[in-house]
């Protein structure tokens, strides 16, 4: 068993019976000033920020703004701010890297083949977010199971071969009712577009609404097979070079 493998397990113990904000100040005091958390402002990861901030918990928070979110992203993201008196910090695109993809493929190129589409996140998103967790150890994610079929076996703590970091899941097996009581309970700003049937929130050309039936993934890149649609940055393998 190597040693990453052997701190995982060692965690793993130690979070049994434990709260998430418990579990997060173990944490923070194991790896001090090195625990992140990633927020795209959804549902999930507005639950995760109450959990850090209201615990004043000395996590740092960060987001991906990929210059083409919603406007009500941006509006929780200023609620949220406000409300907990916080700095969320922001991550960007590499400047010269989207600009010379934007003009040599066109602003809306990911419509047009998974490649480019790709490539778009990787701009926006994994490159970016490579820097945000970079000196860190421990990365907290607001994945849950229902989500998709890939993370129902996920346990809450792992190793992410592609960031060299360790993912910690808090809410992993929580039920949408579940992160929904729990927004209302504890008077959590959260996203609107919530309301109007959009489960994953991401780029604003990238997400619809979904459908009564229809699968939690199905609105974003709707119109890319259902096994294409990943954009980096939350792999399994180690990223490809």
């Not at 996920?154 to 899941?169: G, M, R, S, T, V």
Request: charged residues 25%; proline residues 5%.
């Amino acid at each position: 068993m190597n040693h990453t493998q052997l701190t995982i397990d060692q965690l793993l113990h130690q979070s049994d019976g434990l709260s998430i904000a418990a579990f997060l100040q173990l944490l923070t005091g194991k790896f001090p000033g090195q625990v992140t958390f990633s927020s795209s402002f959804s549902y999930e990861d507005q639950a995760i920020t109450h959990e850090i901030l209201s615990n004043q918990l000395p996590i740092k928070i960060f987001t991906l703004d990929t210059g083409r979110m919603f406007a009500e992203t941006y509006s929780v993201w200023s609620s949220t701010n406000a409300t907990y008196q916080t700095h969320i910090k922001a991550y960007y695109p590499n400047q010269d890297k989207l600009q010379d993809f934007v003009e040599a493929k066109g602003p809306n190129s990911f419509y047009e083949t998974v490649e480019n589409r790709k490539s778009c996140c990787f701009i926006r998103k994994v490159e970016p977010l490579k820097r945000a967790l970079s000196g860190n150890a421990i990365w907290i994610t607001g994945l849950r199971a229902e989500h998709s079929p890939d993370r129902k076996n996920l346990p809450i703590l792992e190793w992410d071969e592609a960031n060299q970091i360790i993912k910690y899941h808090p809410i992993l097996h929580w039920t949408t009712e579940d992160v929904k009581n729990y927004i209302r309970k504890n008077r959590v700003p959260y996203n609107p577009l919530h309301d109007r049937g959009f489960v994953s929130i991401g780029c604003a050309p990238c997400t619809r609404a979904i459908q009564p039936g229809e699968d939690f993934r199905a609105g974003r890149w709707w119109w890319e097979d259902a096994d294409k649609k990943e954009c980096g940055l939350h792999v399994h393998e180690a990223a490809k070079q």
